[in-house]
C-alpha cells in the first residue's frame, strides 16, 4: 500500500515562500499524478495542484501565480512551493496519489498532513 | 469552473438509520469516454486526512463498507449509508473531476 508524508517548516513569515516536501514509500513515483490539497482550520479542501513524472503540471488557477512544483524521482518524493504567502496560506497541507482519467482524478491516497502557520 | 454545493451542511441521524447526502454540480460530470460520471465521494474524521469512499460516483473503493454506497448522474449525486454506526461520524466531502478538482463545502454528520 502507497503512503505519503509530509515534511517541511511548520512556520512560514508573510511574504516568504512556503516550501513542501512528499516522499512515497511502499510504491514507485513513477506513475500517477501527484497532487497537494489544502485545508484551513474549520474549513474545505482546496486542490493546489499535481504534477507528473514528466514534469508535466496543472496548478489551481487561483493560486498559479504562487505556486511551483517538483518530481525527483531518484528520491521517491515531489515538491510544493508557495511564494509570497499571508495569512491566508495557513492550513493543513495533504499530498495525495491522484487516480483516473487523463484529465484529472480522484484522490486515492492522502498523507497525513501538516499544518503550516504563517506568521511572523 | 464547476460549483459543487452539498445539502444538508449537518444532519444527525439514529443508529442504525439511513443518512442521505446529497451533492449537485453546476455542470454535468458525465464523462463520454467511459459513460461514467467524475464524481467522488470522501470521509473526513477529526483530526485525520480525507479517505476515499466511492469514485465514478458509485463504485466503492476497496475495504469501504457496503453499507456505503453512491448513486447519482450528471449534475445530482447522492451518498447513502444505509445503516449508521457511531464511527459513520465524520464530515463527507463531494469533488468532481470533471475538470480541474473542485470539492464541496462538506456535510457533518452526527448521531441523533
Known amino acids: 500500500q502507497v503512503q505519503l508524508k509530509e515534511s517541511g517548516p511548520g512556520l512560514v513569515k508573510p511574504s516568504e515562500t512556503l516550501s513542501l516536501t512528499c516522499t512515497v514509500s511502499g510504491g514507485s513515483i513513477s506513475s500517477y499524478f501527484w497532487s497537494w490539497i489544502r485545508q484551513p482550520a474549520g474549513k474545505g479542501l482546496e486542490w493546489i495542484g499535481r504534477?507528473?513524472?514528466?514534469?508535466?503540471?496543472n496548478y489551481n488557477p487561483s493560486l498559479k501565480s504562487r505556486v511551483t512544483m517538483s518530481v525527483d524521482t531518484s528520491k521517491n518524493h515531489f515538491s510544493l512551493r508557495l511564494s509570497s504567502v499571508t495569512a491566508a496560506d495557513t492550513a493543513v497541507y495533504y499530498c495525495s496519489r491522484e487516480v483516473g482519467p487523463p484529465h484529472g482524478g480522484f484522490f486515492e491516497n492522502w498523507g497525513q498532513g501538516i499544518l503550516v502557520t504563517v506568521s511572523s | 469552473d464547476i460549483v459543487m454545493t452539498q445539502s444538508p451542511d449537518s444532519l444527525a441521524v439514529s443508529l442504525g438509520e439511513r443518512a442521505t447526502i446529497n451533492c449537485k454540480s453546476s455542470?454535468?460530470?458525465?464523462?463520454?469516454?467511459?459513460?461514467?460520471?467524475?464524481l467522488a465521494w470522501y470521509q473526513q474524521k477529526a483530526g485525520q486526512p480525507p479517505k476515499l469512499l466511492i469514485y465514478?460516483?458509485?463504485t466503492r473503493e476497496s475495504g469501504v463498507p457496503d453499507r456505503f454506497s453512491g448513486s447519482g448522474s450528471e449534475t445530482d449525486f447522492t451518498l447513502t449509508i444505509s445503516r449508521l454506526q457511531a464511527e459513520d461520524v465524520a464530515i463527507y466531502y463531494c469533488?468532481?473531476?470533471?475538470?480541474?478538482?473542485?470539492f464541496g463545502q462538506g456535510t457533518k454528520l452526527e448521531i441523533k
Open positions: 504534477i507528473y513524472i514528466s514534469g508535466t503540471t
Open positions: 465514478w460516483a458509485s
Open positions: 469533488q468532481q473531476y470533471y475538470s480541474t478538482p473542485q
Open positions: 455542470q454535468s460530470l458525465f464523462y463520454s469516454s467511459n459513460n461514467k460520471n467524475c
